[in-house]
T-cell receptor
C-alpha cells in the first residue's frame, strides 16, 4: 500500500455538513492526489499537490478544497456536502519524475 | 468495502485460459500508459507500464501491447487464475504532466 492511509474509511453524513478526509503517507513523496470513483466514470481527479502548500485543480474540483501544510498529509474538504458527492474517494502518491501512482485503500462517503 | 461501479464492461474467462483486456485511449499525445488492477474493496494496484516508444512489454504472466496508430492498448494475462478476478483500468499521461487520465475499466471474472 506504499505507506498510504486514509481516514475515515467510511463516513455517513447529512447534506450541508462539512466533511474532511485525510490522506497520510509515510515516505515523503512529493506528489499527492485525490480522486473520486463513481459507477460509469472510473477514477476522476479532484485536486492534486506537488509540494507543501502547492496544489492545483483536477477535472472535478467544484465543491472541494484541499490543503497540504506538511509533506505527509493531504486533506480533502467538502465545505457543504451534497448528495452528488456520495462516492468512494481515493488518495494516491507518486514520486517526482515518475508517472505511476500508488493508491490508498479508499474512503466511502455517503451524503444523505 | 469500497467497490467499483456495477455497469462496467465485463470479460468472463475460464480458469487457465488467457485473458485479453482492451483499452482505447483518448489523447494522441499520450506517451506513457499504465495498467491497474482493482480488487473488491481495495485501491487500484499498479500492474505494468509501457512507454510510447515501445510496442510490447512483458511482465510476470502479463503482457501489454500498444498500437499508437489506432490509439489502442491491451493487457494480456496468461493462464488466468481466480486471483485475477478484478476490475482493470488503463491510464494515460503525457510526459511531464504528472497526472494520469483513467479509462472506465473492465471487470474480469474467472469461471472455474
Amino acid at each position: 500500500d506504499a505507506g498510504i492511509t486514509q481516514s475515515p474509511r467510511h463516513k455517513v453524513t447529512e447534506t450541508g455538513t462539512p466533511v474532511t478526509l485525510r490522506c497520510h503517507q509515510t515516505e515523503n513523496h512529493r506528489y499527492m492526489y485525490w480522486y473520486r470513483q463513481d459507477p460509469g466514470h472510473g477514477l476522476r481527479l479532484i485536486h492534486y499537490s506537488y509540494g507543501v502548500k502547492d496544489t492545483d485543480k483536477g477535472e472535478v474540483s467544484d465543491g472541494y478544497s484541499v490543503s497540504r501544510s506538511k509533506t505527509e498529509d493531504f486533506l480533502l474538504t467538502l465545505e457543504s456536502a451534497t448528495s452528488s458527492q456520495t462516492s468512494v474517494y481515493f488518495c494516491a502518491i507518486s514520486l517526482q519524475g515518475a508517472y505511476e501512482q500508488f493508491f490508498g485503500p479508499g474512503t466511502r462517503l455517503t451524503v444523505l | 468495502g469500497e467497490s467499483v461501479g456495477l455497469h462496467l464492461p465485463t470479460l468472463s474467462v475460464q480458469e487457465g485460459d488467457n485473458s485479453i483486456i482492451n483499452c482505447a485511449y483518448s489523447n494522441s499525445a499520450s506517451d506513457y500508459f499504465i495498467w491497474y488492477k482493482q480488487e473488491s474493496g481495495k485501491g487500484p494496484q499498479f500492474i505494468i507500464d509501457i512507454r510510447s516508444n515501445m510496442d510490447k512489454r512483458q511482465g510476470q504472466r502479463v503482457t501489454v501491447l500498444l498500437n499508437k496508430t489506432v490509439k489502442h492498448l491491451s493487457l494480456q494475462i496468461a493462464a488466468t487464475q481466480p486471483g485475477d478476478s478484478a476490475v482493470y483500468f488503463c491510464a494515460e499521461t503525457v510526459q511531464g504532466a504528472q497526472k494520469l487520465v483513467f479509462g472506465q475499466g473492465t471487470r474480469l471474472t474467472i469461471n472455474p
